[in-house]
T-cell receptor, first 112, second 114 residues
Framework: SQQGEEDPQALSIQEGENATMNCSYK?????LQWYRQNSGRGLVHLIL?????REKHSGRLRVTLDTSKKSSSLLITASRAADTASYFC????????????FGTGTRLKVLA | EPEVTQTPSHQVTQMGQEVILRCVPI?????FYWYRQILGQKVEFLVS????????KSEIFDDQFSVERPDGSNFTLKIRSTKLEDSAMYFC????????????FGPGTRLLVL
């Protein structure tokens, strides 16, 4: 598997439901970030969690990080149709410089 | 709020032609990146640039690619002789300092090589 793999690849839910996306990685990281991408647009940063943190909240977003399992999850609560997008995790590793490695993405569709 | 801008938004070119993709990062940012995303696929790292030189590049970034920061504001990606497989979205991103902070992405340039 590659550094930064999200699952599921695609997720379809009803408005108001919660959406959970997972990210697994292989190497030690400095931090892990989640980004959102609307179709055909640039990525927008959502939240950053450092390697010494276990959980972080931002509005309707909740991110967890388990460095022992090398995995992270992004929970979007009370989803809205406007949350429809692709979500990517990015692991930040240090190898002389700071390198951002993006995962394969989860395509979320929220049905109204 | 400051933002990263990219031009052009779309570029169509013939195979073998040179293209230059332009980016204007946020003014006080120090690290600059280029990524590409083939339609519907993952975001792939191409190159990072700091202090007027390449700090890291991926195996994708071969001799056909080059980057430049010609005037302290623009950051360009040049593809010397485009191939069909270079068709993708190209994103520029920047961060304010070292430390693996938030990357700010531009809206992308959609490159189509015919």
């Amino acid at each position: 598997s590659q550094q930064g793999e999200e699952d599921p690849q695609a997720l379809s839910i009803q408005e108001g439901e919660n959406a959970t996306m997972n990210c697994s990685y292989k190497t030690s990281i400095n931090n892990l970030q989640w980004y959102r991408q609307n179709s055909g647009r640039g990525l927008v940063h959502l939240i950053l969690i450092r390697s010494n943190e276990r959980e972080k909240h931002s509005g309707r977003l909740r991110v967890t990080l388990d460095t022992s399992k090398k995995s992270s999850s992004l929970l979007i609560t009370a989803s809205r149709a406007a949350d429809t997008a692709s979500y990517f995790c990015a692991t930040v590793v240090t190898s002389g410089t700071y390198k951002y490695i993006f995962g394969t993405g989860t395509r979320l569709k929220v049905l109204a | 709020e400051p933002e990263v801008t990219q031009t052009p938004s779309h570029q169509v070119t013939q195979m073998g032609q040179e293209v230059i993709l332009r980016c204007v990062p946020i003014s006080n940012h120090l690290y600059f990146y280029w990524y590409r995303q083939i339609l519907g696929q993952k975001v792939e790292f191409l190159v990072s640039f700091y202090n007027n030189e390449i700090s890291e590049k991926s195996e994708i970034f071969d001799d056909q690619f080059s980057v430049e920061r010609p005037d302290g504001s623009n950051f360009t990606l040049k593809i010397r002789s485009t191939k069909l497989e270079d068709s993708a979205m190209y994103f520029c991103a920047s961060i304010t300092r070292t430390g693996g902070e938030t990357q700010y992405f531009g809206p992308g340039t959609r490159l189509l090589v015919l």
